[in-house]
């Protein structure tokens, strides 16, 4: 079964300055899909950046942007020019890119632990 | 407007009483899944659906019931809630296609079990 690992609970950044999220996660498939979530204090669920693990060129979104290290199995998101409304729940995750029709593992969507952000002015 | 609609957003119960929670979808989606929240443990999922009648548990289905009789719903029920169910709950659904990857999610139901 697939594992999503977010090793860091709590971070805290200064506004304007840049901070990265780890993330590993740990499969036996070929091709699926990585995604950073943002959670504000809201509870909204905020898609932030997506990643499909046959391109090896890493994505970027304005000022997210993640390293993608598909040996390694690592997906850090970096966060450039932290701004006040930045601070959040952050989640990693994972999905297959296969559905049980295909023989994948069902296209299940699992997540780490999070990460708490802080921003502080 | 592409939602997932989920009622209701806060809940208080005793245990014992049985609930539902309900989810439902206006994308035509296939897939759909219920999640916990609690801090320090993330997401965990409870239960999800391919298509219609077709479900399947997940990490932390004990005391949950699901039933997907329709394509846009997905109801969560607890039978005889208990007080370690107090948990922030979401629905999400996307499609199944491959390719089709993002996850619409519910605003949340916080449920809470005295």
């Known amino acids: 079964a697939q594992t999503v690992t977010q090793s860091q609970p709590e971070m805290s950044v200064q506004e304007a300055e840049t901070v990265t999220l780890s993330c590993t996660y740990d499969?036996?498939?070929?091709?699926?899909?990585l995604f950073w979530y943002k959670q504000p204090p809201s509870r909204q669920m905020i898609l932030v950046i997506r990643q499909e693990a046959y391109k090896q060129q890493n994505a970027t979104e304005n000022r997210f942007s993640v390293n993608f290290q598909k040996a390694a199995k690592s997906f850090s998101l970096k966060i450039s020019d932290s701004q006040l409304g930045d601070a959040a729940m952050y989640f990693c995750a994972y999905r297959s890119a296969f559905s049980s029709l295909y023989g994948g593992s069902q296209g299940n969507l699992i997540f780490g632990k999070g990460t708490k952000l802080s921003v502080k002015p | 407007e592409a939602q997932v609609t989920q009622n209701p957003r806060y809940l208080i119960t005793v245990t014992g009483k049985k609930l539902t929670v309900t989810c439902s979808q206006n994308m035509n989606h296939e897939y759909m899944s219920w999640y916990r929240q609690d801090p320090g443990l993330g997401l965990r999922q409870i239960y999800y659906s391919m298509n219609v009648e077709v479900t399947d548990k997940g990490d932390v289905p004990e005391g949950y019931k699901v039933s997907r009789k329709e394509k846009r719903n997905f109801p969560l029920i607890l039978e005889s809630p208990s007080p370690n169910q107090t948990s922030l709950y979401f629905c999400?659904?996307?499609?199944?296609?491959?390719?089709?990857?993002?996850?619409?999610f519910g605003s949340g139901t916080q449920l809470s079990v005295l």
């Open positions: 999400a659904s996307s499609s199944a296609s491959p390719g089709a990857e993002k996850l619409f």
């Open positions: 499969t036996s498939e070929s091709d699926y899909y």
